[in-house]
């Protein structure tokens, strides 16, 4: 019995490259990947943190750090990420609560999802870098 | 002889649970901190101390990072289970993602209780 289900045939398509990702699936992808780079990245934030808060002198060499264009990109990148971690996950929220779960409310969350965490990145990243 | 299935029956409830209520905790940092930045607007050395050294945005920085690292350790649990294939090499990468997240949690007491 138990064989019988796990050796269950099922149909399956790895191309990648026949694959037409949907809003949805663009979505989830990058929620994955979004938060992959933050988990990686956790280190150099922690040390920008501890560096900001231990003395004045490290505050200058971390202000300097993020004055410096090329860091300042990186950032405005990493708030990106950030923001649509932040707005995508409020939707899968929404989801487990069975809110939008139909296939046309779906496609326009995820719309709004894209939308609001540029406007955000574009906001706070204004506001925190420039 | 009991013949158990081992699919469903609650595995990883608890953490998908707690995936859920780390991330509702997260977003009401967020919003507390983006709030804090645009109100007090800390360009200083001694304003951006100041934020931190606030008992309560200090209690709150330490939820959020305990928080985000749980929520790290479902997270890249998950992706770990999805595509590293040999079981050594991904029990591996789960004890260090472990530790390293045990660390982290240490050095975020260092951060906010030396500064």
Redo the contacts between chains.
Sequence with gaps: ??DM?IKKKRPKNLDLKSIRLPLPGILSIIH?IS??W??LL??VL?WM??S?????ET??VVKDLVGNPLVKIILFGLIYLYMHH?CA??RY?LL?LHKGVDLESARLSSKIVFVVSIALTLI?GA??LW | MVNRIVIGAHYGLKDWILQRATAIIMALYTVIFLAVIITVGPDSFVAWRGVFANGFMKFMTFLFFVSLFYHAWVGVRDILMDYIKPDGLRLLMMIATAALLVGYTGWSVQILWRM
């Design positions: 019995m138990a289900i994955r938060g992959a933050l988990f956790l280190p922690l943190l501890q900001s808060l231990s003395s004045a505050f200058a932040f996950g409020i929220l487990d706070i506001k925190i």
